[in-house]
């Protein structure tokens, strides 16, 4: 299909589906840039879901180009990590690090409740731009524009449609049909709860290991903290209620570290979040014509590096810039892809292989020539994911494999 080469702005209209993190921060991207964008959402209201994630330099950075001054407020609305403690489980600390990111890469790392940051998002954008109830069920384009259908006989009219509608995105389905998310064989339980404990440090995440399960617990600030639970599973678990889940959880950690006992204790068994952990493979485009990918729709990972969201603003913003800097959709979304496919192909890649070594309780006694030179590798790793800057050319820079042999 032929796109028509449009004067001025590339698009004006824009229809972003999905209100995640990802939706939000391109519609405010977008709109920054002048391109009359809306988040169309599948649900009703914004709930108080009960996860926890982590934001670094390299995902603030993103924020902040796209809204100078956010991460201002997101600093108010979360906890800034200052350290990371290793506990065994009756509690003894095998080992702890103190966050070192303010002075490598120049932000902190900040923890939130995801309904919080997803909260100061939304009020960046003007409440007339987000359509909550809008369940997209497909789209039409020609060389005029997009048509998006939604349940309730709805549709909606574009110039460009992106589906930032996760990792199970319905646009991904009829863009590029390649079915179900590969499950990586773990499984995850969520939950923020207003919690505190005398020997809970603030701004602290603890993290301890057993038997084939992780467990990890930090500070998200306001007094609530989130914890996470992460499973291997070879199968999905047959289907349980929220009590028999919650009863089963407490199995699992009975005679652990009390503070650990009491945060899963006090927990409502109804505001547990269960998600299998899963990803795909990377793909070659996201585009075609009119439409778009962008975040968990794009490029889903495990997140063992904790980089689906961090990596979901850097697409926000270089999607919003290749939009207002191209002569056409076509171009702008090759840019678009060709900025972006590199790097969150690695990301995807090296998550998935973080994935297979989380488990790993015994790390045995290694040669230490080979660990300073994984460590050195490390380091240029972190360097190139932190230390993106999308104000800098710096940031196409690819990465460079390091063998370490
Ligand atoms: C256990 C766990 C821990 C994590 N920790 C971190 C972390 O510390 N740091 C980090 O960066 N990332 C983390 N992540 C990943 C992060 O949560 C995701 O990468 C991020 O939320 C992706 O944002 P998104 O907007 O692309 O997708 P989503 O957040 O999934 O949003 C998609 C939106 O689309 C809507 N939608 C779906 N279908 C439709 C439809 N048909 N019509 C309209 N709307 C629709 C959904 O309701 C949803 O609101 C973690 C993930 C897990 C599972």
Redesign the pocket.
Known sequence: MEIKQVSGPVVHKVAV?????????TAIALRKQGIDAHV????KEFCPVG??????SN?LNSLDAISPGIVENLKRASCQLNQSVFKKYTGETITQNTATHQEKYGQPTL?FW?WRLQQVLACALPPEAIHLG????GFEQDENGVTAY?DGDKSVRADLLIG????????RKTLIGDGEPRYLGSM?W?AVIEYNHELLNPNELIFMKGEQKVIYFFDVGGGYRCW?L?VLMPKSPVHESAAEIKSRIVDQFSGWWEPLTGIIGATDPEQILF?P?CDRLPLKSWSQGRVTL?????H??S?SL???????FEDAYELAQCLSESSSIAEALTTYENRRIPRTQVLQDRSALAEQRFYVTDIGTQDPEKAARERVALEEFQSWVYGYDPNSESRLKPWMEISVT
Do not use: K, Q
């Not at 169309?40 to 649900?43: G, K």
């Open positions: 589906i999905g209100g995640g993190l990802g939706g939000l921060a169309y959402e599948r649900a996860a926890g994630l982590a934001l670094f995902g923890v995801w809008y369940r997209c069920i939604f930032a509608d996760g990792i199970n995105s319905p646009v995850s969520r996470t992460r998600a952990i962008l975040g968990d729709a794009a889903p990972m997140p904790a980089h689906g969201a961090n990596s979901t």
